[in-house]
């Protein structure tokens, strides 16, 4: 099996892939790094350790996929309120975001875990449930590239659980034959085709599962190489966020987008007003659009940069121009970003928790 740092990775042609074989080789080799995946969209990482998998993980919004994981979880664990799954975004996503960070969404549940929000137990299922989810989407690829990476972040972190890749397999598979009815993944191999059983048994290792395992007392310490941004306490429990908009129906969605304990909306409908307003609340974060009568977006944008309250304060503008020149307007006046509308709720949460910091 081929193998690299986490760094290199030349570019080859796609290949063929019997990813069922792969996974039982690596297995029955009680085989350590990270197995690293990837077709032309996305990349998948499999931690191992002796041939069982610590976390997994895919690069396709894997921050989203926390979230909702999180959210679940929190019917029944009170401590993962809606400040601290935002809290989250904000102190790891970035880094994610700037490829810095192969396992960021693994560093979030070892900071939740740090801060006391979860249990290494409550973390142990967290990895599983994600772990299982990402080997559900890999299963199906027919054509891509593999690696054995042989370093990584993910090495200075401690471990909640070893999964048995067999059990996890074979999980996968019955939750596909459960599901006539849904239609296969592009490129997905039927369960009669090469490689969809293990070639060889594979006998299950000691400690395989999450519910037997007993978490180690490693511990996380501050400033650690590769560990979480440790001892961070949750700088606020509610962002304001103020809206300014002519449009009830805009200020409308972005209400409901933002409907949640993690955010106080300021809604406001004359942008004459808006300035007073603003100067009053102090917002975190500033949404404005664009075309608004008596007092443009990019007027006002002008007259908040002059103020020294909000020279620092992100301000993003909103607008259904895509032009070049508007982009060019925006920067010129000292905007954050830009959002286009029509905008979708994961559109506006992505930019409102890359500046939210």
Same mark, same amino acid.
């Given at each position: 099996?081929?193998?690299?740092?986490?760094?290199?990775?030349?570019?080859?042609?796609?290949?063929?892939?019997?990813?069922?074989?792969?996974? @039982?080789?690596?297995?029955?080799?009680? %085989?350590?790094?990270?197995?690293?995946? %990837?077709?032309?969209?996305?990349?998948?990482?499999?931690?191992?350790?002796?041939?069982?998998? +610590?976390? @997994?993980?895919?690069?396709?919004?894997?921050?989203?996929?926390?979230?909702?994981?999180?959210?679940?979880?929190? @019917?029944?664990?009170?401590?993962?309120?809606?400040?601290?799954?935002?809290?989250?975004?904000?102190?790891?996503?970035?880094?994610?975001?700037?490829?810095?960070?192969?396992?960021?969404?693994?560093?979030?549940?070892?900071?939740?875990?740090?801060?006391?929000?979860?249990?290494?137990?409550?973390?142990?299922?967290?990895?599983?449930?994600?772990?299982?989810?990402?080997?559900?989407?890999?299963?199906?690829?027919?054509?891509?590239?593999?690696?054995?990476?042989?370093?990584?972040?993910?090495?200075?972190?401690?471990?909640?659980?070893?999964?048995?890749?067999?059990?996890?397999?074979?999980?996968?598979?019955?939750?596909?034959?459960?599901?006539?009815?849904?239609?296969?993944?592009?490129?997905?191999?039927?369960?009669?085709?090469?490689?969809?059983?293990? !070639?060889?048994?594979?006998?299950?290792?000691?400690?395989?599962?999450?519910?037997?395992?007993?978490?180690?007392?490693?511990?996380?310490?501050? /400033?650690?190489?590769?560990?979480?941004?440790?001892?961070?306490?949750?700088?606020?429990?509610?962002?304001?966020?103020?809206?300014?908009?002519?449009?009830?129906?805009?200020?409308?969605?972005?209400? @409901?987008?933002?409907?949640?304990?993690?955010?106080?909306?300021?809604?406001?409908?004359?942008?004459?007003?808006?300035?007073?307003?603003?100067?009053?609340?102090?917002?975190?974060?500033?949404?404005?659009?664009?075309?608004?009568?008596?007092?443009?977006?990019?007027?006002?944008?002008?007259?908040?940069?002059?103020?020294?309250?909000?020279?620092?304060?992100?301000?993003?503008?909103?607008?259904?121009?895509?032009?070049?020149?508007?982009?060019?307007?925006?920067?010129?006046?000292?905007?954050? /970003?830009?959002?286009?509308?029509?905008? %979708? !709720?994961?559109?506006?949460?992505?930019? +409102?928790?890359?500046?939210? !910091?």
């Amino acid at each position: 099996m081929r193998t690299s740092d986490m760094t290199s990775y030349p570019y080859r042609s796609p290949q063929e892939l019997h990813l069922l074989s792969i996974l @039982a080789q690596v297995a029955s080799r009680q %085989t350590s790094g990270c197995l690293r995946v %990837t077709d032309t969209t996305n990349v998948w990482l499999l931690y191992l350790e002796r041939g069982q998998l +610590v976390y @997994a993980s895919n690069s396709l919004d894997p921050f989203g996929r926390l979230d909702q994981h999180l959210r679940r979880l929190s @019917a029944t664990v009170p401590s993962l309120a809606s400040p601290v799954r935002v809290q989250v975004r904000l102190l790891f996503e970035k880094s994610f975001e700037l490829g810095v960070g192969q396992f960021s969404d693994y560093e979030a549940i070892c900071w939740l875990v740090e801060q006391q929000y979860l249990t290494p137990e409550q973390a142990a299922r967290l990895v599983g449930a994600i772990a299982q989810e990402s080997l559900e989407t890999l299963l199906p690829l027919q054509f891509g590239n593999y690696d054995l990476l042989t370093e990584g972040r993910l090495a200075h972190l401690p471990r909640f659980c070893h999964l048995e890749l067999r059990s996890l397999v074979e999980a996968c598979q019955v939750r596909r034959i459960r599901q006539p009815m849904s239609r296969p993944s592009k490129g997905a191999q039927p369960l009669s085709a090469r490689g969809a059983r293990f !070639q060889r048994p594979i006998a299950p290792l000691p400690n395989s599962s999450a519910q037997n395992f007993k978490p180690p007392v490693t511990k996380v310490e501050a /400033g650690e190489a590769g560990s979480p941004s440790s001892g961070l306490p949750l700088q606020k429990t509610t962002y304001t966020v103020a809206c300014i908009d002519d449009s009830p129906t805009v200020l409308n969605a972005i209400e @409901a987008f933002l409907d949640d304990n993690a955010f106080k909306v300021l809604r406001i409908e004359n942008p004459v007003s808006a300035l007073m307003q603003i100067i009053r609340n102090k917002p975190d974060l500033i949404l404005l659009d664009v075309t608004m009568p008596n007092l443009d977006g990019y007027e006002l944008c002008s007259l908040l940069r002059r103020h020294p309250l909000f020279k620092q304060t992100p301000i993003i503008m909103v607008t259904g121009n895509t032009g070049l020149i508007d982009r060019a307007k925006a920067k010129l006046v000292g905007s954050s /970003g830009y959002l286009t509308k029509p905008f %979708t !709720q994961p559109d506006l949460l992505k930019i +409102v928790f890359k500046h939210l !910091q």
